[in-house]
T-cell receptor, first 112, second 117 residues
Framework: QQQVKQSPQSLIVQKGGISIINCAYE??????FPWYQQFPGKGPALLIA?????SEKKEGRFTISFNKSAKQFSLHIMDSQPGDSATYFC???????????FGKGTRLSVIA | ETGVTQSPTHLIKTRGQQVTLRCSSQ?????VSWYQQALGQGPQFIFQ???????GRGNFPPRFSGLQFPNYSSELNVNALELDDSALYLC????????????????FGPGTRLTVL
């Protein structure tokens, strides 16, 4: 049973465009939703995270939108740059109760 | 860099062998979680160690075992290796306070790439 479903599997965006990655979850006990960025040969690095008491969180060019009733959340990368080319993972957990559950990842390529 | 280190970087083993992977947590962190990341997949939780005891386990067989030492570093041991064990093994360190609540985020190391032939 996949608790966090992520789409699309891969994404190609023009430089300066907006990259959008979507995730849906099933467990209503989840209360923490991070996004990780992973470059080849590296471990995942925390990019931005949100709790379900807010509908949006923005940090620089990265924004998480959260829809609690639909059990969905998404990552928006504004003004996408070639350096953003990486694999992005959404994840979810019930802090202190369940481990991090990851989506399958989205491979983003930003082309000039 | 997160301050979480793992060794070795790469490892090649044959089926049936045993392997030990090591992780040094970030300074000040008391919790280590291990994840398996198969090619093209997201990390999957193996188990977590807190105060030298296993504190949660994912859907992995008993041949996956671990240890945490007094300095909070950790080992992952896998016995009777199978071809499907080929993956990137990640450790993540964090801090927990009494009651299980996290004090901070999980910080991942660079991983150990295990190949089983």
């Amino acid at each position: 049973q996949q608790q966090v479903k992520q789409s699309p599997q891969s994404l190609i965006v023009q430089k300066g465009g907006i990259s959008i990655i979507n995730c849906a979850y099933e467990n209503t006990a989840f209360d923490y939703f991070p996004w990780y960025q992973q470059f080849p040969g590296k471990g995942p690095a925390l990019l931005i995270a949100i709790r379900p008491d807010v509908s949006e969180k923005k940090e620089g060019r990265f924004t998480i939108s959260f829809n609690k009733s639909a059990k969905q959340f998404s990552l928006h990368i504004m003004d996408s740059q070639p350096g953003d080319s990486a694999t992005y993972f959404c994840a979810a957990e019930s802090r202190g109760n369940t481990p991090l559950v990851f989506g399958k990842g989205t491979r983003l390529s930003v082309i000039a | 860099e997160t301050g979480v280190t793992q060794s070795p970087t790469h490892l090649i083993k044959t089926r049936g062998q045993q392997v030990t992977l090591r992780c040094s947590s970030q300074s000040g962190h008391n919790t280590v979680s291990w994840y398996q990341q198969a090619l093209g997949q997201g990390p999957q939780f193996i188990f977590q160690y807190y105060r030298e005891e296993e504190n949660g386990r994912g859907n992995f067989p008993p041949r996956f075992s671990g240890l945490q030492f007094p300095n909070y570093s950790s080992e992952l041991n896998v016995n009777a290796l199978e071809l499907d064990d080929s993956a990137l093994y990640l450790c993540a360190s964090s801090s927990k306070i009494a009651g299980g609540r996290y004090y901070n985020e999980q910080f991942f190391g660079p991983g150990t790439r295990l190949t089983v032939l």
